[in-house]
């Protein structure tokens, strides 16, 4: 009986390795070679059938070879079983092979304008600075635009800022600025905000020049806020802008609401400041202006001059975004050609 | 302001100084130099030359040949120009000269005689007939000064100036002239400032038996003073004088009124000189203009006064605009015997209005209305008369006619370097704040310091530290952070929800728009808006830019209109836009208007009003608005009436959303149908919650029914939903609209409609025969209320 298992052993082991895993009824002819050999009409079973006339010194020494045999052939069919689903998988993946390169398939999301983009960052900046930020009227009183900026009537200050009226008292704002006297009026120091806003000029419409535009507004008021104060506040708030190797400069110049009063430039990024076509040939671009508030106007809104000082700074937004993203012409932003808006 | 470097070194020393450094360093402190030229930068090899010989060209009767010396060598050239003569001086672009404009010289034969350069024009080197006296209208220049053959033409025409131009801030009259320039140039480059005062006492007369001056309104015009000059012989002027207006800007014209030009230019104090002879009574009067008064200004122009304006009269008729310009009756003329200078200070608002008024803005008129220190007359006008004497223009007459009611000039401020250091953040020197002041012509009184009369615009600490600033260096400040007491800023409520609905809408696949809040009043008629309708009531600018953009808006729909024309005319086949913007509504005249912000949404392409309503749905579920009511609206004149809906929410009108009708759609030439929707912000606002509550997960599980009826087809699916909802209740979990149907199989007039119910229960699964029961309940409703019968 060991030579029958012995050859049992050699037939299926033969029969099942000579299966081929490629053909179609690998599976079909595995199934049969494990009903031929371990199936319960099976060859493995029948020998064992005339395992009753046996001694029975021999049959326990026989039961073991049959189950070693028998474990052999399942091992056997277990391992082709793997290899022929392992052949099938690699089969199906090869036939699920996609082009990989074709397109995808897009979200249609839209974007916001450049001009909100760009306005919503600079506002972060001042939100980590502790800003809050002020909205107020467009169309605004004189009084609030110009008289209690420290802009009389008649004054050839108003000349520099063509003016929209409505009638005698009340225009579109020609700057974001009336914002310090409404927030001051109604807010005791300690004041942080920033304004932005629409602002109105009656200029003609050209690659640089818009009759609206849009300016961003800053007002601090405590004790104690000195000049190097705003130096520092405008220094952080270009590097967080534009990076931390941007150069700013504090320039003197004149606004009627500030005292001393800058304009600050910043040096060219194009060039570096060896003067480009973008910076004109100076080295610098100016990007804001900005000064101490006026005692006067301090007195006009109530605060008293002796006790608490400021700064204000006043920045175009237009100007940063069409230097921001290389805009040549300032009328892009205002028709809002899609195919203009989609490279935001 | 323009002005040459040679005129300002006339009072400090800057000859060793380039214009770049001089021009970065008189910005940072505080002069900005807008730019700066140099008037012969284009001119290259052209001297000046002397003609030896002049002949007939041999075969052209209107050229002549010339032999010229220029310097080194002795050249011929053939010329055109019909003054030259033998022993003349004239400019020569020589062979490979560079005149401006790019014009190159070279040799060459004119006529078949060989030309080695060219004679040069007053236009050929860039200048006016006036710049030079011996520039000629139809020939080269002849020098009038013995120069020497081979000089640079630059040289000798003053050509190698450099002119720079200055921007003058409102506040600074003083630098609106190139002693105020000069005076900051010697603090700036820490040299001595050079002014002398001038001084003429004119012959034994007295001016004031000459003339006499009568000022009635001693507000408008402060101070007013004259001299007298006699025997006036008008002229030409000298070359310096002329090159110095040249770097102006200004054209010389004869020396009284060039004296008069120097002076608007060098004291920045505008003058003018009346022809004695012609004032009535030899009268001057300041006053005010009669209502209907008339005078010809200087530029021939009849100009109509009224009584706010200031006049200078004689005892007849006004003469001059006060501070604007002079009459043609009393202008000076080749014949002039006498002449009184006017040198006075007058209001500069009125002079402002009134020059506005006249449309008549003068260089004059531009200083005045800076406000100009009453202070100065003296000296300007001085410094007139002694260019007179210099000039040889006439005999000054003694004595100054001069009415001054100038208010005294009282301000001392406290002189605090404390203060002005804690204020500037720094720690400056108290000897360098006094050496600077000290340089500024302010002076000292204790603790105490006055500013110069010509800086009104001195009159508190913050401005002694600005002084002190621009001279220490802005950017020697030090940078500081602030201090005290953090606020934690932000963004407030309506801040954060605004932002919230441009990002739900961006991610709903919309590009954010943005437009101008003024619009054309016609506008209102390509949106269809009646006559009546309150929309037309606007907010009116005085002085728009053009009718197109001459109202405020009332709507944005009209600018997206605008817009999503704009992008179909440029072949965008989908848009999918929205701005949030500011409506206008008028209130009283004295009072601002009501400023409101919508949110305008905009479609078209591959789109319907179903796509546009899911928009505004999904807008709303994002920023947590709910309830939203739609009804159909046909009254709307700007849309469909049959695709148009009043959206509501908690009973408040939100606005309205639909297809643009047709009719509006022609009138913006927009080719296709067009969805918009304007939903007010401040309703959104007032009605969004954005708190959100976890709800668990449901434990039992969902039962979906489906329900078809047949009913009237104007009935409103929301009808059918509404009862639905009313008799499931809370169990109802969600309902979808899956068919509506139309056509076949269905009696006219009717519809089907086809609702799945999914029905769900917190407490337990729900059993059969409850669903059931709701499922009968809601057939038998329909049928009462909307006469539906299950199909």
Known sequence: MKEMLAKIRETAALEISAINIDSEEAKTLLEDARVKYLGKKGELTSVLRGMGGLSPEMRPVIGQVSNEVREFIEKAIEEKKNLIAERESALRLEKEVIDVTMPGKRNTSGRLHPLTQVLTEIEDIFIGLGFEIAEGPEVELDYYNFEALNIPKNHPARDTQDTFYINDNIVLRTQTSPMQIRVMEKTAPPIRIIAPGRVYRSDAVDATHSPLFHQIEGLVI???????????????????????????????????????????????????????????????????????????????????????????????????????????DMRLLYENDLRFLKQF | MKASMTFINDYVNIKDIDPKTFSDEMTMSGTKVEGYENLGAEINNVVVGKILSVEKHPDADKLVVCMVDVGNETIQIVTGAPNVFE?????????????????????????????????????????????YEGACEDGVIIFKEDIAPGTDVKEALSLDENIIEFEITPNRADCYSVLGIAREAAVTFGRPFNLKKPKTTGNSEKASDYASIEVEDTVLCPRYAARIVKNVKIGPSPKWLRDRLKGCGIRSINNVVDITNFLLVEYGQPMHAFDLSYLEDSKIVVRR???????????????????????????????????????????????????????????GASVRVTAKKLGLRTEASAHYEKGLDPYMIEDAVNRACELIEELGAG????????????????????????????FLGCEIDKEFMVKTLTDLEFKFDGDKVIPPTYRADVEAMADLAEEVARFYGYNNIPTTLLRGESKPGGRNAKQLAKAKIKNALVALGMYEINTYSFISP?????????????????????????????????????????????????????????????????????????????????MYGNVDFYDIKGAVDDLADVIGLSGLRYEAAVDNPSFHPGRCAKITVGGEMLGFIGEIHP????????????????????????????????????????????????????????????VIKGVCKNLLEELTLFDVYKGNQIEEGKKSVAYSLTLRSSEGTLADEQITAMMDKIVKMLGEKLGATLR
């Open chain 1, 222 to 328: 405590d004790k104690g806020v000195t000049m190097a104060d705003l130096k520092g506040s405008l220094e952080l708030f270009a590097k967080k802008l534009y990076g931390e190797d941007a150069v700013i400069r504090f320039r003197p110049h004149h606004f009627p609401f500030t005292e001393p009063s800058a304009e600050v430039d910043i040096c060219c990024f194009s060039c570096g400041g060896k003067g480009c076509r973008l910076c004109k040939g100076e080295g610098w671009i100016e990007i804001l202006g900005a000064g101490m508030v006026h005692p006067k106007v301090l007195e006009t809104c109530g605060v008293d001059p002796k006790e608490y000082s400021g700064f204000a700074f006043g920045l175009g937004l237009e100007r940063i975004v069409m230097r921001r993203f290389d805009i040549n």
């Open chain 2, 87 to 131: 022993g003349a001086l004239v400019p020569v672009a020589l062979h490979k000269s560079n005149l401006p404009g790019g014009v190159k010289i070279t040799k060459g034969k004119l006529r078949g005689v060989e030309s080695c350069g060219m004679f040069c024009s007053h236009e050929e080197l860039g200048m006016n007939l006036s710049d």
């Open chain 2, 289 to 347: 203009a009669k209502d209907g008064e008339k005078i010809t200004t200087l530029d021939g122009i009849e100009r109509n006064l009224d009584s706010s304006m200031l006049v200078i009269a004689d005892s007849k008729k006004p003469v001059a605009v006060a501070g604007v310009m002079g009459g043609e009756n009393s202008e000076i003329k080749e014949d002039t015997k006498t002449l009184l200078f006017e040198c006075a200070n007058f209001d």
């Open chain 2, 395 to 422: 005999e000054v007459v003694g004595g100054i006619i001069d009415v001054n009611n100038a208010p005294a000039d009282n301000r001392k401020i406290t002189f605090n370097p404390a203060e002005i250091n804690a």
């Open chain 2, 522 to 602: 016609k506008m209102f008629d390509l949106i269809r808006l009646p006559e009546t309708d309150e929309k037309r009531n606007v907010v009116k600018i005085l002085n728009p830019l053009g009718e197109e953009n001459s109202v405020m808006r009332t709507t944005l729909i009209g600018s997206m209109m605008d817009i999503l024309t704009n992008n179909k005319n440029h072949r965008n086949a989908d848009a999918k836009l929205f701005e949030m913007g500011n409506i206008y509504i008028p209130t009283t005249p004295d009072e601002l208007p009501i400023e409101k912000e919508k949110v305008a949404i905009g």
């Open chain 2, 663 to 722: 009719e509006v759609a022609k009138n913006y030439g927009f080719t296709e149908r067009a969805y918009v929707a304007e939903l007010d912000f401040e309703t959104i606002l007032a009605n969004m919650n954005s708190e959100k509550t976890y709800k668990e997960m449901p434990k039992f599980p969902a039962v979906t029914r489906d329900i078809a009826v047949i009913m009237d087809e104007k009935t409103p699916v929301a009808d059918m939903e509404d």
